[in-house]
């Protein structure tokens, strides 16, 4: 069974939205490439795949080569015909549907960012590990709702380890508390 993992890319004041500000420096990691190719598939919403539809295929990295030919599910009930690569649309049944994708991946089902399809994931039990990756920069222009932060109750969890990298960027990887 495959093992959901929400990567969320985030400034020290919280900002998950303005990557294109702040996270450039940080991307091309050993950690980023090892983070995709141990993974099966990926999930996202549908802002994420308007965003990444667009860019992926036209980028010549391997990087890009990975993202454009791994199996890719959208949630969302507005794109109906996706043009990218191997992406399957997830419009009905979203939870029923990602537990059985769950069950017959053998190994990381990715999503980055933390969104809508991630606190569906969080609230039915779905989402595996949390990894936070840090970046020393202040964005010092998020609104509320490029934040972290959503009304979605309280949550616990467990730290499962933190990796420091010479950039200053920092990994922590959560786990739902049971």
């Known amino acids: 069974m495959g093992k959901i993992v929400s990567a969320t890319y985030m400034t020290l004041d919280g900002d998950i939205t303005n990557m294109h500000d702040w996270h450039g420096p940080y991307q091309w990691t050993e950690a980023a490439e090892a983070q995709l190719y141990g993974s099966d598939a990926l999930i996202m919403g549908r802002k994420t795949y308007d965003s ?6 036209t980028d010549k990295s391997g990087f890009a080569g990975r993202m454009n030919s ?8 507005t794109v109906k015909d996706p043009g990218w690569t191997n992406t399957q649309v997830i419009a009905e049944d979203v939870v029923t549907r990602i ?15 933390f969104g809508d399809v ?3 994931m969080l609230a039915n039990g779905l989402l595996d590990e949390l990894r936070i990756w840090l970046h020393p920069v202040l964005s010092g222009k998020a609104a509320p709702e490029d934040l972290l932060f ?10 499962n380890g933190t990796e420091v990298h010479d950039s200053g960027l920092i990994i922590l990887s959560y786990s739902p508390a049971q």
């Open 70 to 77: 791994i199996d890719k599910y959208v949630v969302s009930t």
């Open 99 to 113: 537990s059985e994708l769950k069950e017959r991946t053998e190994r990381n089902i990715l999503q980055y960012g």
């Open 150 to 159: 959503r009304e979605i109750g309280q949550r616990t969890l467990t730290l």
């Open 118 to 120: 991630t606190r569906l």
């Open 52 to 57: 990444w539809s667009q860019y992926w295929p």
